[in-house]
């Protein structure tokens, strides 16, 4: 199975009162997109975007990511959400099978 890779990256609106700043991090394994909101807990000292990504990393090699993380003041990642139940690949599109576009012949 391939994993997951990270494709897109932004901050968006907490979704609580709790936490100090959010990111969306979007996934993607072949045609699927996933979207995981990393959330930080108040006071965060550190975080970016990048950190969003570090903390979604681990993640990658699951079969369906989890849909929101929260970090704690002391670091430690908790799954709020898990997986979306049921999710389906729709498998390689046809540009990932491999093959090369017939050449016109003149």
């Not at 609106?13 to 997109?33: E, I």
């Amino acid at each position: 199975m391939v994993s997951w890779s990270i494709v897109k990256s932004s901050a968006v609106p907490p979704r609580s009162y709790t936490v100090d700043s959010a990111y969306r991090v979007r996934v993607a394994r072949g045609p699927a997109t996933r979207d995981v909101v990393v959330e930080f807990t108040a006071p965060s000292s550190l975080t970016s975007v990048g950190y969003a990504e570090e903390v979604t990393r681990p993640y990658l090699s699951s079969a369906e990511p989890p849909q929101h993380l929260v970090v704690d003041v002391g670091g430690v990642v908790r799954v709020l959400l898990g997986p979306i139940e049921g999710a389906q690949d729709t498998g390689p599109s046809p540009r990932e099978t491999g093959r090369a576009r017939p050449r016109r012949r003149s």
